[in-house]
DNA sequence: GACAGATAGGTGAACGTTCACAGCGGGCGG
DNA sequence: CCGCCCGCTGTGAACGTTCACCTATCTGTC
């Protein structure tokens, strides 16, 4: 079996079948105007020579797209790669095609860099990146192609509302919840290690991790300590978050990721500080691993992979322009009280 | 700026500069016979239209393909997020672009299936996939395109050398070393929680992890215990090393993973076991958190992301035909000693 | 001073599909 | 019995490239 020909094109079906190229078209497409006679002959055809349609020829001749690029950040970090997963999945059931390309933030994108990224103009894309190339490539495709652009990211339910071409959860609100959770646990404050990008647009986004935390402090008249900015990774989280561990004032942590509250778990044991006795920990995302850390991590809940399923069906909807649909639900985020949080010692 | 018009094509830059799109092609592809007054003509107008190649046309008519295809099992998994990632950025490096297609063990995926997940026959694929679904799709493309596929996996030296389509390191080789240095530690025998593709088939691969820690054990006379299965999550993982922790008599266990050593030393904990005191537990993979884990887990560090990069490496010089350069190497897989592993306590 | 060979550039077809439109019958109303 | 519309099918042109091949013009050689 499986001759290594050349694979089979619509005219070699249509020779085969008696009929037009077009109407082996139509067939494909299921479009309703063919005889039933024609069908079952061309359909016929097609099983013999094993036909499968061409997707870069249908792209080209302006057909139906059936492919998503997806922009993201660095698919190591688990919420990008959980997105990703959801997207793909969704994509996969419609028989549609995915790229990836990772927005690096080191490189400078021009508006011509990104456009660059995508297979042809117009191409269905999705955005998962609220650092700074992720805007700014959010940015050229609001500008080019609106009707085909998709952004996910932390988005208050007022913005979500006003933009249709925004995805995502209220990790602001998320993070007030967690904050508000270890204050009323009787902690005189909360202090959190943040990631890049909570604290790159500080202050800006409502629904940024940092600032739902921040806002929560100053609503409970408690001293806002300054938040202490970590890298993505785990090493970077360990050496930054040294000075809040050392510091038997503290109390309590919010980690702007489950990565970085391993990191937090695994510095205060070495500085001999037990969790939670001495030190509530909190981290965010309920990374797979996080419930089966000793102690097992308190944390909150996102369900990424719904959230980059919804993206993509809010892509479709709005490529194809039918009704923008409301995008499916999915759970909101939601504190998930395990081991590492309890009230402060002293 | 950035009209939201079409896109310019190469008939555009034609007009604009005043030559045959032919020679605007020519231009694009870095052709050695134009004539520099003529090339600085094009590559103005290509500047000012803001010109960018259209992939799809591109590939449709047959030029290079610049375009990979990558079949992978869970990306969930770290060691297919790891190459897919070190694939990405390869391709990137290249301004290839990269598909991803997930293979769903769940499916039944026919050859014709397979085929359809590529964008066009003779498609640059990488298969990252172990498991049936990973193996059938390896079959079906090494008889259609055996120049234009590469596949991931464990494999042996010998394997590596015999086939120019193979890259990947030899786990069983690694999983031996583990083994043998826990019966170094003076544990009477090993026990071993398995990733699935690993007792699928168990007996087959040499370079499988569970061959290779059977191999020492039986070269060293001891006990061979039943490998317990595990699923590919933590939870399963959990589920299933419950016998294995409430065991008195099992004082060593080495994991397919260490999503499962995790899910052992959780496990462990909960059963009243220390870890290194009572057991032993060693993982594979040196996932980024292995080293954050109380006690740090000792494991086998894999370099999964060049093992990627070296897989597209390969693919590339495979497609345009040039001699098979010998792949870019990588770390050998290494036991990395941390805290999770010691001699038996009685 | 004619001719081979190189050098620069152009022409048309091909890739595999969809889209816009045209044609061709047959049934039905007048 | 004529004409009209509708259901079905075919024709030709696009889409944006590359490929194979052809045509000028210039260079140098004998």
Redesign the interface.
Known sequence: ??Q?K??ASIWDVARLAGVSHQTVSRVVNGSPRVAAATRDKVLEAIAEL?Y?P????R??AGGAAESVTVLTA???LYGP??A??GI??AA?AL?W??????L?PADTHS??DI???L???GEPTIIMAHDEPGMRAKQ?LL???PHAMVAIGPYTAEELAASPWLVGMDDGKAAAEATRYLLDLGHATVHHLAIPTSTATFGGGKAHRAEGWARVLREAGREVPEPVPSGW???EA?KAVQPLVADPSVTAILCGND?LA??T??AA?LAGRSVPGDLSVVGFDNT??S????P?LTTVNQDFESVGRGAFELLRHRVDGSIPRPVPGWPEPELIVRETSGPPSS
Do not use: C, W
């Open positions: 079996m499986a290594p050349k694979a094993g499968r061409n997707r870069l020829a792209s080209l660095d698919t190591s790669e959980a990703l997963r793909e999945k996969r028989d095609s995915v790229q990836i390309s990772v690096d508006d011509a456009i660059a990224r297979p042809r103009a050229v500008d080019q192609q990774t785990i090493a360990f990565h391993l990191a778990m695994r044991h797979p691993f419930a089966y850390t000793t097992a």
